[in-house]
């Protein structure tokens, strides 16, 4: 089962600054060989459902390690059955509606 | 590690009335021996991780066999390395700051 | 138009512990009138589009005065057009749902 | 009050491709000179909290008006006391470190 994912993590008890700890998740989706890119709230991930679980379940385990006391993560998770889609043909799917409309 | 989580499944391309599909993810959650309560806008469950994600799993390929051909399920997923704490604990934590807040 | 929303508030650089914050906005939202009830991961709030909207936007602006850093809210915002239907109404339609199950 | 907010607009009652909808609010984003920028998930806006709250409104109303019985939005909502932040400066944040990590 094939899932597109966004995650934000949020780690508490280090400050306000996370951006050192959102890096180490990137690290951790990088080095399990998913499809990822970083947005202003969070990150796409794509890939098999229990590699993504996999390395969110590490993500978590790796920022505790890390000294976060408290960790939350709020997640999108897509699955479809009827045909394969990837983060980016979601994208470019309202754009061309975007640029039909801005033609007619 | 132990998993307080927040699920809300949205299947798509059976309807306006998801009802019958949030009942099926209802039971897994019975079925699978973890902490759940519904509220308006989705269910609270709690346990070990590899317990609750492989619930969430069950309950993505359950929908589509009953037909759902798309699903994107919003979670929040929180862990914590001081000390454990459940989701009746949250709520009650709230409360008694309101109550000493009208005490006072 | 009316709006059926779950919010969970996030206050930043204020500890670990964020549970006087939640309860300051609980207070809001009952000052405000509207019909609200917490659970574990965030409180379900009903009511006019505008005066909820004007709740949050409160919320925000007093837990900054009460020394939130940084807030960051995850919302859940619902709206229909074709029936009323209240947060009571959307739990109850799952529990039939589940009712009959164990009936048949 | 300035805000960063992230948003994903999720229509009911008009089948599975909702790419024309999410079209429709991004146009809605643009006319009301908001900063905004898509991704996989959900589309990064950012400005006065009153502006980006008026473009979120009038994006239910005009889903509304162009046949969805059901509009749910998931929005991150962002503010903070301590400084001005855009949403850039977020990701860039994060490279930052990233870009550390591998030099050192």
């Known amino acids: 089962m094939y899932v597109l994912m966004d995650i934000m993590v949020s780690p ?19 080095e399990a060989g998913l499809t990822h890119s970083m947005h202003g709230y969070g990150t796409n991930v794509e890939g098999e459902w229990d590699d993504v679980m996999a390395a969110v379940k590490r993500c978590h385990e790796d920022l505790h390690e890390a000294g976060a006391v408290r960790i939350i993560s709020h997640m999108k998770v897509g699955t479809r059955a009827d045909r394969a889609q990837t983060m980016a043909d979601k994208v470019t799917s309202v754009q061309d509606k975007l640029a039909a409309k801005s033609r007619s």
């Open 12 to 30: 508490s008890g280090v400050g306000v600054s996370i951006s050192p700890y959102v890096a180490r998740c990137q690290k951790i989706f990088e």
